[in-house]
Structures are given as structure tokens and as C-alpha cells.
């Protein structure tokens, strides 16, 4: 269900008083195969899955919109402009994991109105039995977000890959227990100092997000620093 994403939401340190977050079991990393990464936006990837990638030094990349609508209200930059900015910026941050060779597909969707069907079909012609596809979770809080999350569910459904779901906007609207958010699926990606690193340097190739693009509100950064520090976790969160 989508969700209104406004305010500074749960903060980090409430976050990270929630013992449960503790017991939750650690995702064993044994795909056999790269793993297909489905991305509604340049960047989602990258904040909920770059210590994963890192780790595992293979992934191959499902960017479905460009994410030129991050700043529609905007002075300084025009749809088109900022959808070059933020291809850029994802390449950068790959090359920054140490994956600046894998193979990215752009579909070119309209962001803010993904084509459910479309990525669907997309999706299941690129899956196989038991290969890892990961994608934002289907009642993350955002449409795009959650349109790829049933288009993803319904691909691995069809071929019998493993999905994934990682959260991005609900640690934003949740609380810690949150009875909308199924907490039993949780697993922990516990990250090596240098997947660590390697996310911290891909997250900072985002300044079109993480910065303000001008003075005006409507260049205010998209991704200030109250919520990244939900993505700065020594851990990542997937929903098996």
C-alpha cells in the first residue's frame, strides 16, 4: 500500500535499539549465479544491496526507470538532464563496488509509472530455477517501489528464482514491530569492514541526491542525512 513518505520518519537510533533486529537470522550468501538486481530508481540498489553486491563481486543490473522525476519542481536541472545525471552516477557507484563491468539493462520506464506487466515479462526472461533475484519490497511505501516488487514476485514465481525483497522507504514510515511489515522473513547481510567502505563510497557517488541542487526547496537533497544513516548500518536487511 503506498504510503506517505513525509517528515524526518523513525530515526536511526530508534532503529537500532530494536533488539530483534539482533536475532534476525544472517542470509547465507551462496548464489550460484550473479544475481539480478531490480532497481525502480538509480540509487535503490545501492543503499539497500551495495555491501551484498560488494561482497559477492557479481551482480548483474535491472535499472528500471531513470529516475528523472526525483526533482520535479526543480530550477536547475530538466527531466532530461537529471536523468543523464543519475545514469552517470549509478555507473559510477558500480565501479566504485568493484563492479564497473557488470552488465546493466536500462529499461527506460517513466519514473513514476512503471509498467508492472512489462517488467514482469522482462524479468522472467533473464530468471532461472534458483537464481537469486533481488528486488524493493512490494509494500515498501513508494508506487514505483512496490509496482517492481509484484512485477519481481510474479517473475520468480513463474521460474522458480529465489526472491529477495529489500526495504527501503518502510524504515522511513515503520516503527520497530510494526505489525505491516513481515519481520519473519527478515535476514541479515552482516558486512566486512570493506563492503563497508565500498557502500559508503558508492552511496557519496549520488550528489544529485545526497546534495542540494540549488537554493530553491525544490532542489532540497532527496536523500539527507537522517536517512542515510538508516542505509549506514554495519548490515543489510532482505525480506527471504
Do not use: N
Not at 52 to 74: C, F, K, N, Q, Y
Not at 92 to 110: F, I, N, S, W
Not at 209 to 238: K, M
Request: proline share 11%.
Amino acid at each position: 500500500m503506498v504510503r506517505p513518505i513525509a517528515g524526518e520518519g523513525t530515526a536511526e537510533q530508534t532503529w537500532a535499539a530494536w533488539p530483534a533486529m539482533a536475532q534476525w537470522p544472517v542470509l547465507p550468501l551462496d548464489a550460484t549465479d550473479p544475481p539480478l538486481i531490480v532497481a525502480p530508481h538509480p540509487d535503490d540498489e545501492i543503499l539497500g544491496l551495495a555491501g551484498l553486491m560488494a561482497m559477492l563481486d557479481a551482480a548483474e543490473l535491472i535499472a528500471v526507470t531513470d529516475g528523472e522525476a526525483s526533482h520535479p519542481r526543480s530550477t536547475v536541472h530538466t527531466q532530461p538532464e537529471l536523468a543523464a545525471i543519475r545514469r552517470a552516477e549509478t555507473a559510477e557507484a558500480l565501479r566504485r563496488l568493484g563492479l564497473g563491468d557488470a552488465p546493466v539493462t536500462r529499461l527506460g520506464q517513466p519514473d513514476g509509472k512503471v509498467d508492472e506487466d512489462a517488467l514482469a515479462a522482462a524479468l522472467t526472461g533473464r530468471l532461472a530455477p534458483g537464481r537469486w533475484c533481488l528486488s524493493t519490497w512490494r509494500e515498501d511505501g513508494h508506487p514505483d517501489h512496490e509496482a517492481v516488487g509484484r512485477a519481481a514476485a510474479r517473475a520468480c514465481e513463474a521460474t522458480g528464482a529465489v526472491l529477495l525483497e529489500y526495504p527501503i522507504w518502510a524504515w522511513h514510515w515503520a516503527t520497530p514491530g510494526d505489525p505491516r511489515v513481515p519481520w519473519h522473513r527478515a535476514h541479515r547481510v552482516e558486512l566486512s569492514p570493506a563492503a563497508q567502505a565500498a557502500k559508503a563510497a558508492a552511496v557519496a557517488a549520488f550528489p544529485s541526491q545526497i546534495a542540494p541542487l540549488g537554493p530553491e526547496p525544490g532542489d532540497a537533497a532527496i536523500l539527507p542525512p537522517h536517512v542515510l544513516a538508516r542505509f549506514a548500518r554495519p548490515f543489510e536487511v532482505v525480506l527471504r
